[in-house]
């Protein structure tokens, strides 16, 4: 393990330090899902994306609600 680590979910600048289910996609952003909302986290900036969190239906057609689990 890296020195410092592991270290609190908020020191990631904007991520709730209770995620329900997280993973990392293809375009290079971490997407954090925590109740109805999810959060697209930049590693390049270290924060959250200005204009999130936003609604987990407002783009993530099909989902349910509430993720609670996720895999790529």
Same mark, same amino acid.
Request: aromatic share 20%; no cysteine.
């Given at each position: 393990?890296?020195?410092?680590?592991?270290?609190?979910?908020?020191?990631?600048?904007?991520?709730?330090?209770?995620?329900?289910?997280?993973?990392?996609?293809?375009? !290079? =952003?971490?997407?954090?899902?925590?109740?109805?909302?999810?959060?697209?986290? &930049? @590693?390049?900036?270290?924060?959250?994306?200005? !204009? =999130?969190?936003?609604?987990?239906?407002?783009?993530?057609?099909?989902?349910? &609600? @509430?993720?609670?689990?996720?895999?790529?």
């Amino acid at each position: 393990m890296e020195v410092g680590y592991p270290r609190s979910l908020t020191a990631w600048g904007g991520v709730p330090a209770d995620v329900d289910a997280a993973f990392l996609w293809s375009d !290079g =952003y971490a997407y954090f899902f925590k109740g109805t909302l999810y959060y697209r986290y &930049d @590693s390049s900036q270290e924060r959250v994306e200005v !204009g =999130y969190p936003r609604e987990i239906n407002s783009f993530w057609k099909g989902i349910p &609600d @509430s993720v609670d689990a996720v895999f790529r």
